[in-house]
């Protein structure tokens, strides 16, 4: 088979990819398949949707055009009905390679003597006449729906009639040239970290689009707002405290998790003074800065210290709670990821309300994203509110983890590389498999603060180190970016990263596992590396009664 850069193309359609396959198949594993090959002039940007490089032959550049194809009086037609197109292909490829041919012979690893390069167009869904003829095109430069088959062979031909006879056939050695000039590694022709930037970017402005959601709640003191991961959750609890902080109310904005606590700080920290929240961050310090004993380490795990932080603290801070004086009190609580909540901790919440009847109190969660065993509600009646679009994540990462939603959810994300699985024998390391996947990101182009190695079960050595100079040092590794951050997913729970290598070293039989799968597949935003047994993972996600409807949008 040809090799095909980058290893995990984006296609701008889905003939793209069937044609690429069909290369793959036809060509000598020695030829080269480039998709989606971008190059810029100062006149403008263009692009070469297929590059193909054949030794003993040449270069061809392949400019795809599916559906309807039909020429008028001259002038190219794509579609058909009310949904019809003037193009011109045959300029586009053309001066696509042309720039591109300038940009390859400008390099100096480039060979001195001439190549041959030309140009082809593919209809893989229109039928061309056999005596079909355009003064800027022949017959023998198409291939149509018949010719699919047949599409190596007439590229082959098309290279080695192309330019003056003396011209030399491609060497193997050029076509590895090839792939070095134009980067030959994943993406060669889109810097990652700007394609995740313009996926960000989209994410924002469709999640502000949420935010008018918010005014259809003002009148509602008590809201719930559940929603699938990736669903602006946790946007819309930070823009619905800045907006009551704003209007004079005395707000606080607590979850339970430290590294999404150290979140909400740090976006709440750079609101305007009038915005200020009276309280950000976690459930349990928030009974500390009550007045209640700051406690036994959390991080050793035996039945006293669970019982403490688990049940006597959240005891001791509901009796806080009821002799708090009026201005310490609260006109409005948020919760985020409300789900990690149990049942005794909501009694301090409700506690901590000004007005215990009617005060506001918005939580937002996910039930699917219940990793811990409590699964608390509120003893009061909420307004449910569902977001049923994903925003932050790119397709192809949300379908791998929809399944495990629960809930009907519309695609709305950019687009990106599949997600990639990494099987590991039995026997193997895997943590060490997702230390070489993580290097390979870097190597990809993904800066160190861009990517996360998450665990499923035992922590990664360097989580462990780290934790040794406590929590809040260790968290601050998540945030100076200065290198890969290793987590584990039961502390990630409400944070991201563009690219995420998820280690499922987990046993057979841990507490929910399901829910650490859900919370692991959907913190990567554009690139996810799966390193386990697939099968294994599959069956450990699946559940009999799984029946979530989704659509792509």
Request: charged fraction near 25%; glycine fraction near 10%.
């Amino acid at each position: 088979m040809a090799t095909v850069l980058p290893e995990h193309p984006v296609y701008g359609h889905p003939s793209e990819e069937m044609i690429v396959e069909k290369l793959r198949d036809q060509l000598s594993e020695d030829s080269l398949i480039v998709v989606g090959q971008r190059v810029s002039t100062d006149e403008k940007e263009h692009e070469v949707d297929i590059l193909v490089a054949m030794p003993g032959a040449g270069i061809v550049a392949m400019e795809i055009k599916a559906g309807q194809i039909t020429v008028e009086d001259g002038q190219w037609i794509q579609g058909s009905g009310a949904k019809q197109y003037r193009i011109d292909p045959v300029a586009q490829c053309r001066d696509a390679l042309y720039a591109l041919r300038g940009f390859v012979s400008a390099d100096p690893r480039w060979p001195q003597q001439y190549q041959r390069w030309t140009h082809m167009l593919v209809f893989p869904h229109a039928s061309i006449p056999d005596d079909f003829a355009l003064p800027d095109i022949r017959r023998n430069r198409i291939a149509d729906r018949d010719q699919l088959d047949h599409l190596a062979t007439i590229a082959y031909r098309l290279a080695q009639d192309s330019g003056s006879p003396d011209r030399p056939f491609l060497a193997l050695a050029t076509v590895d040239r090839l792939a070095e000039v134009l980067g030959g590694r994943g993406l060669p022709q889109r810097d990652v970290v700007a394609r995740a930037a313009e996926n960000a970017d989209i994410a924002d402005a469709l999640t502000r689009e949420q935010s008018v959601l918010l005014r259809a709640i003002d009148a509602l003191p008590r809201v719930e707002i559940r929603g699938g991961a990736g669903s602006g959750k946790t946007f819309l609890a930070l823009e619905q405290a800045r907006r009551l902080s704003r209007a004079g109310q005395r707000v606080a904005l607590i979850c339970y998790s430290h590294g999404l606590a150290g979140y909400l700080k740090r976006v709440t920290g750079g609101w305007r003074r009038r915005e200020q929240l009276a309280y950000v961050g976690e459930f349990h310090a928030l009974g500390v800065e009550w007045g209640a004993p700051v406690g036994p380490d959390e991080r050793v795990r035996s039945e006293e210290t669970v019982h403490w932080w688990e049940v006597e603290l959240p005891r001791l801070m509901a009796e806080l709670a009821d002799q708090l004086p009026d201005g310490k009190k609260f006109d409005a609580v948020i919760v985020d990821e409300a789900q990690d909540f149990a049942d005794q901790w909501w009694r301090p919440v409700i506690g901590a309300l000004r007005d215990g009847e009617n005060g506001r109190l918005l939580i937002v969660g996910d039930a699917g994203q219940s990793v811990f065993e409590r699964a608390g509600r509120p003893p009061v009646d909420l307004v449910p509110l569902v977001l049923d679009h994903n925003l932050r994540n790119t397709r192809q990462i949300a379908s791998a983890f929809l399944p495990l939603v629960g809930q009907r959810m519309e695609l709305r994300g950019g687009t990106g590389p599949e997600v990639r699985y990494v099987e590991v024998g039995a026997g193997e390391d895997l943590v060490a498999a997702g230390d070489d996947e993580a290097v390979r990101l870097l190597d990809e182009g993904w800066e160190p603060r861009d990517v996360a190695l998450l665990v499923t079960g035992s922590r990664h050595p360097m989580q462990v180190e780290l934790q040794k100079e406590g929590n809040d040092a260790y968290w601050e590794t998540f945030w100076d970016g200065e290198d890969i951050f290793y987590g584990h997913v039961l502390g990630f729970k409400g944070l991201e990263r563009p690219a995420v290598v998820l280690v499922c070293n987990h046993h057979d039989h841990v507490d929910r596992l399901r829910e650490r799968i859900y919370v692991g597949l959907s913190r990567a935003t554009d690139v996810l590396v799966v390193v386990g047994d697939a099968e294994a993972i599959e069956a450990a996600a699946a559940t009999p009664d799984s029946g979530a409807h989704h659509h792509a949008g």
